[in-house]
């Protein structure tokens, strides 16, 4: 069974930082893009950041690159998404998710979600 559990969220004060982490398990991703999505109530579902597991290659929103980098652990099997400067727009649910083709930041039909971790930033 495929497994994608997000975790790290919490409560953080504007310019603070947080890791999320989003650990995967079940099959091997080698091969595949995953990326980290978010969402805030009354909002799409909006991209964030996204890396090639086999290659590393990254790609970001505009909006966000410099503030978030995403990265991975191969031994753990994990992707995380480090969050820096955080601002009180950034409070969203923050979802892992993976897809074997990557289709670009605007395609949202991935192949695995995790279920989400809340992060609230306080200003």
């Known amino acids: 069974q495929v497994q994608l559990v997000e975790s790290g969220g919490g409560l953080v004060q504007a310019g603070g930082s947080l890791r999320l982490s989003c650990a995967a398990s079940?099959?091997?991703?080698?091969?595949?893009?995953m990326a980290w999505f978010r969402q805030s109530p009354g909002k799409e579902r909006e991209f964030v950041a996204a890396l090639s597991w086999s290659g590393g290659r990254t790609y970001y929103t505009d909006s966000l690159k410099g503030r978030f980098t995403i990265s991975k652990d191969n031994a753990k099997n994990t992707v995380y998404l480090q969050m820096n400067s955080l601002e009180p727009d950034d409070t969203a649910v923050y979802h892992c998710a993976a897809v074997r083709r990557w289709l670009g930041p605007r395609n949202k039909e991935y192949d695995y979600w995790g279920q989400g971790t809340q992060v609230t930033v306080s200003s």
């Open positions: 079940g099959r091997t991703f080698s091969g595949y893009v």
